[in-house]
């Protein structure tokens, strides 16, 4: 009952699901849309020191939580400390989850890249596009090999628990064609899910799915911001893999989104019968590539 009054990370769902390793600054990619260009914070070490982090995870009340989201920058750029920390936190019954573009390390050293894998619970491959030449100009550099193709000649055991990562952007990825056409493209291959996301952030290209799609969804805050979307009802069209949106709300996005009546009732709810409200997306629970932990840190 009343399942709309925990749907979303800032309803504190995630709070107690994990950590995250900021594993290193560095990419190979310049996105102007990436998340990673907000966090200020600069470390003192770049290249990701394993020992420390370890340390860090040891000293402090984090095996509990048992998943550890890897992300970066590019974390497949330190394959030999990827795979170490990787081998460390499984021996501690850790499960990882990593964010990549993969970059062609990854290509270079594919036995390595492999190990890696096989280590992890789940993996999020940043695609941008079906075409690898649209892909190129939202990533704002020139791929050194065909990502897409070493996408679709993944083993199958690797890509039965790979999501595939579209972020919408209005003047690349901005049509009704371009989503259904990203979906086809790899759909017949095997991925567990294919995910479009909304830009964080005010910028041009910012675009809503529903405005992309022409279609009418639930309010994100009330009933999700990350869901499943129905294919058939709203695109007339049955897809083999899942297809999962991610979607901003009123909290983050005023200039797009608007607070509706069942909104209304949440935070009423959480104001006057839970006695409190604010915003805990357990995201806080951050380790740096250096070890040091942020401010927000469990202790």
Same mark, same amino acid.
């Given at each position: 009952m009343f399942k709309f009054l925990? %749907?979303?990370?800032?309803?504190?769902? /995630?709070k107690e699901s994990g950590f995250n390793i900021h594993f290193c600054k560095l990419c190979d990619n310049d996105c102007k849309h990436c998340i990673d260009k907000f966090d200020k914070y600069i470390a003192t070490e770049e290249k990701p020191n394993v020992v420390k982090i370890l340390e860090t995870i040891d000293n402090g009340d984090y095996l509990k939580l048992n998943k %550890? /989201?890897?992300?970066g920058g590019e974390p497949f750029l330190y394959m030999d400390e990827l795979l170490h920390l990787c081998e460390e936190l499984n021996k501690r019954n850790v499960k990882c989850f990593i964010n990549t573009a993969l970059p062609i390390t990854c290509y270079n050293d594919y036995d390595k890249f492999l190990r890696i894998c096989e280590l992890l619970s789940s993996i999020n491959i940043s695609v941008q596009h079906y075409d690898q030449n649209i892909a190129d100009i939202i990533r704002n550099t020139k791929s050194n090999y065909d990502r897409n193709i070493f996408i679709k000649s993944l083993p199958n055991n690797i890509k039965n628990k790979t999501t595939l990562s579209f972020n919408i952007i209005k003047s690349l990825l901005g049509t009704k064609k371009d989503f259904v056409d990203c979906i086809k493209y790899f759909d017949n291959d095997g991925f567990q899910n294919i995910k479009f996301n909304e830009l964080v952030g005010d910028c041009d290209d910012f675009l809503k799915i529903e405005d992309m799609l022409n279609i009418k969804l639930p309010s994100s805050y009330s009933f999700g911001c990350n869901s499943i979307l129905d294919t058939k009802k709203y695109l007339k069209q049955k897809f083999n893999t899942?297809?999962?949106i991610k979607r901003l709300c009123f909290l983050v996005s005023e200039k797009y989104y608007n607070c509706t009546i069942t909104d209304t009732f949440k935070i009423f709810y959480k104001l006057f019968v839970e006695k409190f409200y604010k915003l805990d997306f357990g995201s806080k629970k951050l380790i740096y590539q250096d070890g040091f932990k942020s401010k927000h840190n469990i202790t």
């Amino acid at each position: 009952m009343f399942k709309f009054l925990k %749907c979303n990370g800032c309803d504190g769902i /995630f709070k107690e699901s994990g950590f995250n390793i900021h594993f290193c600054k560095l990419c190979d990619n310049d996105c102007k849309h990436c998340i990673d260009k907000f966090d200020k914070y600069i470390a003192t070490e770049e290249k990701p020191n394993v020992v420390k982090i370890l340390e860090t995870i040891d000293n402090g009340d984090y095996l509990k939580l048992n998943k %550890c /989201f890897i992300s970066g920058g590019e974390p497949f750029l330190y394959m030999d400390e990827l795979l170490h920390l990787c081998e460390e936190l499984n021996k501690r019954n850790v499960k990882c989850f990593i964010n990549t573009a993969l970059p062609i390390t990854c290509y270079n050293d594919y036995d390595k890249f492999l190990r890696i894998c096989e280590l992890l619970s789940s993996i999020n491959i940043s695609v941008q596009h079906y075409d690898q030449n649209i892909a190129d100009i939202i990533r704002n550099t020139k791929s050194n090999y065909d990502r897409n193709i070493f996408i679709k000649s993944l083993p199958n055991n690797i890509k039965n628990k790979t999501t595939l990562s579209f972020n919408i952007i209005k003047s690349l990825l901005g049509t009704k064609k371009d989503f259904v056409d990203c979906i086809k493209y790899f759909d017949n291959d095997g991925f567990q899910n294919i995910k479009f996301n909304e830009l964080v952030g005010d910028c041009d290209d910012f675009l809503k799915i529903e405005d992309m799609l022409n279609i009418k969804l639930p309010s994100s805050y009330s009933f999700g911001c990350n869901s499943i979307l129905d294919t058939k009802k709203y695109l007339k069209q049955k897809f083999n893999t899942t297809i999962q949106i991610k979607r901003l709300c009123f909290l983050v996005s005023e200039k797009y989104y608007n607070c509706t009546i069942t909104d209304t009732f949440k935070i009423f709810y959480k104001l006057f019968v839970e006695k409190f409200y604010k915003l805990d997306f357990g995201s806080k629970k951050l380790i740096y590539q250096d070890g040091f932990k942020s401010k927000h840190n469990i202790t």
